[in-house]
């Protein structure tokens, strides 16, 4: 039987840069390992409702093979008998964007999508959550990716969320890399989004600069002298110090 991840999510690229990206919440706990799916430079889709890993799956091969967001969640979706269970958000490495929500998901269900985004959720305290994903996602242009996708969830939470309450959280983020350039998650934890920022705050000074320091595929790489002095050091003697806060 499928998992069931009733939650909301917004799907996304940047198009300064062409990161692809997906940031989620749930009450449903490890949402970050069962919903979210980047491949670079292809496309990004979110699985939910009752999940099917394999939507996003033939989705993203369907991109890689010269299909828009649209073709590819269509074609996806005609091999589904249970499609009618699923809420499936799609971007495309050129922005594309499509979404679908079957009418067997659980109220309050929906979607917004347009340019650069797909915002989707089920189970949810009504509209205003998909409206407060979209309209942050579009008035923050100028910031980075996984910042803005950040700040699309803590919008949704603030005016509601998830009926149900709170469980996990997760933020998915890659650049030109096969390799994920963000990669974060809380579960089981009362705040999951709160608890993600301070995550997300202590990664950007401890972990991203490990990652940038990590080889490349088209450029030779080497790790900056300063970043394994940062990682040799406890965390509570690096930058932002909390990696001994919590048990």
């Known amino acids: 039987m499928s998992i069931a991840a009733n939650t909301f999510s917004i799907v996304a690229r940047c198009a ?19 919903c ?19 939507l ?3 989705i993203l091969d369907s991109l890689s093979a010269g299909s828009s967001a649209e073709a590819a969640l269509a074609s996806a979706l005609e091999s589904d008998a ?8 799609v971007v495309d490495a050129s922005g594309g964007s499509a979404v679908w929500t079957g009418g067997s998901c659980t109220e309050w269900q929906g979607s917004q999508h347009g340019p650069d ?19 942050t996602f579009s008035a923050r242009h100028a910031d980075g990716l996984d910042e803005r996708l950040m700040q699309c ?13 709170k469980q996990a959280a997760a933020l998915l983020v890659f650049g030109k890399e096969a390799y994920a350039r963000v990669d974060l998650r809380v579960d089981e934890d009362a705040a999951p989004i709160a608890r993600l920022r301070e995550v997300y705050e202590i990664a950007k000074r401890q972990l991203m600069p490990f990652v940038d320091g990590m080889p490349k595929r088209d450029e030779p790489s080497a790790f900056p002298p300063g970043v394994m002095e940062l ?3 406890s965390p509570p003697d690096r930058p932002g110090g909390g990696g001994s806060d919590r048990p």
Do not use: C
Request: aromatic content about 4%.
């Open 82 to 89: 249970e499609a009618e269970l699923r809420q499936v958000g």
């Open 117 to 135: 985004f797909s915002a989707q959720g089920n189970m949810l305290t009504g509209p205003e959550v998909i409206a407060a994903l979209a309209e």
């Open 56 to 58: 996003a799956t033939a």
């Open 36 to 54: 979210p799916y980047v491949r670079a430079g292809v496309g990004a889709v979110t699985t939910q409702s009752w999940v099917n890993p394999y």
């Open 231 to 233: 990682l040799l050091k």
């Open 153 to 165: 969830l803590e919008a949704a939470q603030a005016v509601g969320g998830d009926k149900r309450g």
């Open 16 to 34: 300064r840069t062409g990161e692809l990206g997906v940031a989620v919440a749930s009450a449903v706990p490890a949402v970050g390992a069962i």
